[in-house]
């Protein structure tokens, strides 16, 4: 006769971490390479980013917590209060798509024109508002950092549904 072990809240383990990047490298990948990504990202305003960038954090939240009937929120290792598993997704999300981008190589083939010059120099040295000499001189930076938002909507789904489906 077995003796059943009584039910404890799942703790938040590397291994889950693992499943994520699983998850959020294989639906960034495509994104990251693609042309079109980049010119898209390069016609976009900064304020559509931060918009996706708080579509991906809903995403994210939703999929984890709401989607997901059997994850009891009350149960999570926080962290500031805010959930190690939702930190940990955030994370590979935008991580995911920023290694990839990085070792592809795709701001430099995208973006060969850009200027990329984002030192204090080129900030407080010319006139101008501040975040319009931001835009201009480190515009390679902003349009990485747009496409990289893009991108992390594919992410975010790709590593939540691989951390809710071998959660389990």
Known sequence: ??????????????????????????????FVVTEEVWVLAGNMHIVQSLVIVSIVFSIGYAALYKADTTRDLDDEQEVAGVPLRFISLMVVTFGSVSVLALLFGAPGTFLPDAVADCGPGALFGSSGPFFERVATSCE?????????????????????????IFAK
């Open 140 to 164: 390679r930076a902003v349009t990485s950092f747009k496409a990289v938002t893009v991108g992390s909507v594919f992410s975010v789904v790709g590593a939540a549904t691989a951390d809710s």
């Open 1 to 30: 006769m077995k003796l059943r072990r009584p039910r404890r809240p799942r703790d938040f383990r590397l291994a889950d971490s693992a499943q994520q990047t699983v998850g959020g490298f294989l639906l960034a990948g495509p």
